[in-house]
């Protein structure tokens, strides 16, 4: 069955070191990958995605990830934290064929010292 | 754009009661709609895919008399907690998707925490 691990439940990071989430999946097909980030009082939004082609990806408020199949990693990355950035992490993977059913991660809570 | 919302952003009811919770799209049409559960400090975990017009369908273990979906237009999907119980409470975050397909994206909605007392 497809699944996704997230090593780390609680990381805190100084403001403006870098910052890596670790992500693993289980699933044998190249995946659709996902991470998205879940604030108090918002919901989850879609950080970035892979699909195919390059495996650094690009996304929002300066995070990338990079997909590797030899490893089944999915890592977040952001060179400099920001306060704000304090927040949950999910990874998240598709079941390909059919409805985007989604399987997250436990989720990573990312705290931020000033 | 894409934008998500759900009501009651909190609920809390008695033991035995039902309870409604709205899961709109507000700028999008949206064929399928998902609903999740998540306990604390935990993940999000599916409980059921609802398509416009049609029977939801359930992720195995989900109680499909307990939790019922309806999903009666392309901006609107209810989750009714029926008879609920205290272990019933939990955050219900429902999903829009865009577009169809393996690809499409989901947007999320603020989510609604449900106290069964």
């Known amino acids: 069955a497809q699944s996704v691990t997230q090593p780390d439940i609680h990381i805190t990071v100084s403001e403006g070191a870098s910052l890596e989430l670790r992500c693993n999946y289980s699933y044998g097909a190249t995946p659709y990958l996902f991470w998205y980030v879940q604030s108090p009082g918002q919901g989850l939004q879609l950080l970035l995605k892979?699909?195919?082609?390059?495996?650094l990806v690009q996304g929002i408020k300066g995070f990338e990830a990079e997909f590797k199949r030899s490893q089944s990693s999915f890592n977040l990355r952001k060179p400099s934290v920001h306060w704000s950035d304090a927040a949950e992490y999910f990874c998240?993977?598709?079941?390909?064929?059919?409805?985007?059913?989604?399987?997250f991660g436990a989720g990573t809570r990312l705290a931020v010292h000033p | 754009g894409a934008v998500v919302s759900q009501h009651p952003s909190w609920v809390i009811c008695k033991s035995g009661t039902s309870v409604k919770i709205e899961c709109r799209s507000l700028d999008f049409q949206a064929t399928t709609m998902f609903w999740y559960r998540q306990f604390p400090k935990q993940s999000l975990m599916l409980m059921a895919t609802?398509?416009?017009?049609?029977?939801?369908?359930?992720e195995q273990g989900v109680e499909k008399d307990k939790f019922l979906i309806n999903h009666a237009s392309l901006t609107l999907s209810t989750l009714t907690v029926t008879s609920a119980h205290p272990e019933d409470s939990s955050f219900y975050i429902c999903s829009a998707m865009l577009t169809s397909g393996a690809g499409g994206e989901q947007f999320f909605g603020p989510g609604t925490r449900l106290t069964v007392l």
């Open positions: 892979y699909f195919s082609g390059d495996t």
């Open positions: 609802s398509n416009e017009g049609s029977k939801a369908t359930y």
């Open positions: 998240a993977v598709t079941v390909s064929g059919g409805y985007n059913k989604l399987i």
